[in-house]
């Protein structure tokens, strides 16, 4: 705020240093995490499955950044901040897919479907690991085998594989850059406010200050 006031610099050359500052990290954290989970996890091998999905997990990570950046200017207190985040977070995890059929949702709850990123990011991951894979079922097992191929475990999610890029890379980015755009907006506003108050308060001081110097002046003059 004060660096605002004295006209030092915005509050735009202030967000976008903290941002490109964290990307690095950002980055490395985000390939140790993927990383782990396509060694461990035995997913496909090939080079281009490991880098579609580490770009879904930089996306769905750096709107978890973005996001944490809009509660915070939204709040503007660390506390409440922290109680607020579940309550954006959980209706979107809720309904990204995870845990209820893509087609099974209601109409009434298609806005907060279609601004979940954990939608778009699910839909990226399963296209990435289950696109044209054979489901190879052990002919001993006494257990019928329900799905023959990956294209059948997508239909059943209501996952289209041409979706993989548009909408779904292309929606996470316009989010993740959406949530930076309104908390920059909303610490414009905040750190406006505040200077023109204390603009205000100081202009006030000002004046009760030459109110006292004059009334000191005008007693001197009549003790004279």
């Not at 140790?32 to 997990?57: D, E, H, K, M, P």
């Not at 990204?96 to 209601?106: H, I, K, R």
């Not at 054979?134 to 085998?145: A, G, R």
């Not at 023959?148 to 989010?175: Q, R």
């Amino acid at each position: 705020k004060r660096e605002y006031r004295n006209g030092m610099y915005g509050v735009v050359a202030c967000m976008l240093p903290r941002i490109l500052i964290e990307i690095p990290y950002l980055l490395l954290l985000t390939l140790i995490q993927w990383g782990l989970v396509w060694a461990l996890a035995g997913l496909n091998r090939t080079f281009t499955n490991f880098l579609v999905g580490y770009a879904t997990s930089i996306g769905v990570a750096f709107i978890s950044t973005t996001l944490g950046y809009f509660v915070a200017t939204l709040t503007g207190n660390a506390v409440i901040a922290a109680a607020v985040s579940p309550l954006f977070i959980l209706p979107f995890f809720l309904f990204g897919g995870l845990y209820q059929n893509d087609s099974t949702t209601p109409v009434y709850f298609y806005p907060v479907k279609y601004l979940s990123w954990f939608k778009y990011g699910f839909g990226m991951l399963l296209i990435n690991e289950f696109d044209g894979q054979p489901i190879n079922c052990n002919p001993n097992s006494t257990t019928p085998c329900v799905f023959t191929s990956g294209n059948e475990i997508l239909a059943y999610y209501h996952i289209s594989v041409p979706d993989l890029w548009f909408p779904n890379f292309f929606a996470i980015a316009i989010m993740a850059w959406g949530y930076l755009a309104f908390s920059i907006l909303f610490l414009w506003c905040k750190v406006r406010q505040r200077s023109g108050k204390t603009k205000e308060a100081e202009h006030t001081n000002g004046e009760l200050l030459e109110d006292g110097k004059d009334s000191e002046a005008a007693s001197r003059i009549a003790v004279e």
